[in-house]
T-cell receptor, first 111, second 115 residues
């Protein structure tokens, strides 16, 4: 089992819809969780982080964390074509000293 | 520009040559991480350094690859005798420290092409 798993997609949603991106992790001791956005040919850009169970909202983005079920999700409301990118989930796994990344989910928002 | 800086942005090498990639962390950051991203794949951790110390190199290939972060100057990722399989984007990230609250910020990357 991979330490951090994401559906590779591609995930397509129409403009204005809610995009839901999911990530599961294997180490129950993980404590911090990050979502990065990566446009094609560009570097990852941090968009959200979450440490506590529940929801964290920042503009059109909501991160959800459920430690009991070992998943973290990212919701993008009112999706825009400019949101089309690959979204990377990263987890701070205690046994490692660095972030462990999922393989990313490619999101396409259709105009 | 207070962000993470990497150079060169693009590097072309022939098989057998050496590649040197440089990374200057954000101001105030003393922790540097190197990642490699192959086409259509996710980020793979390579090495984590603090000034003058390699903290974790568990993701670094045992041969041909080395990294340093001297007291003065940028962090260097060095690849000796490059092969075609080394062609990838190499990203550097930096953070203020280690712990559950740290966030890593990425540089623009160096795209290495081995001919």
């Amino acid at each position: 089992q991979k330490e951090v798993e994401q559906n590779s997609g591609p995930l397509s949603v129409p403009e204005g819809a809610i995009a839901s991106l999911n990530c599961t992790y294997s180490d129950r001791g993980s404590q911090s969780f990050f979502w990065y956005r990566q446009y094609s040919g560009k570097s990852p850009e941090l968009i959200m982080f979450i440490y506590s169970n529940g929801d964290k909202e920042d503009g059109r983005f909501t991160a959800q964390l459920n430690k009991a079920s070992q998943y973290v999700s990212l919701l993008i409301r009112d999706s825009q074509p400019s949101d089309s990118a690959t979204y990377l989930c990263a987890v701070n796994i205690p046994s490692a000293r660095q972030l462990t990344f999922g393989s990313g989910t490619q999101l396409t928002v259709l105009p | 520009n207070a962000g993470v800086m990497q150079n060169p942005r693009h590097l072309v090498r022939r098989r057998g040559q050496e590649a040197r990639l440089r990374c200057s962390p954000m101001k105030g950051h003393s922790h540097v991480y190197w990642y490699r991203q192959l086409p259509e794949e996710g980020l793979k951790f390579m090495v984590y350094l603090q000034k003058e110390n390699i903290i974790d190199e568990s993701g670094m290939p045992k041969e041909r690859f080395s990294a340093e972060f001297p007291k003065e100057g940028p962090s260097i990722l060095r690849i000796q005798q490059v092969v075609r399989g080394d062609s990838a984007a190499y990203f550097c990230a930096s953070s203020t420290g280690q712990g559950i609250l740290y966030e890593q910020f990425f540089g623009p990357g160096t795209r290495l092409t081995v001919l």
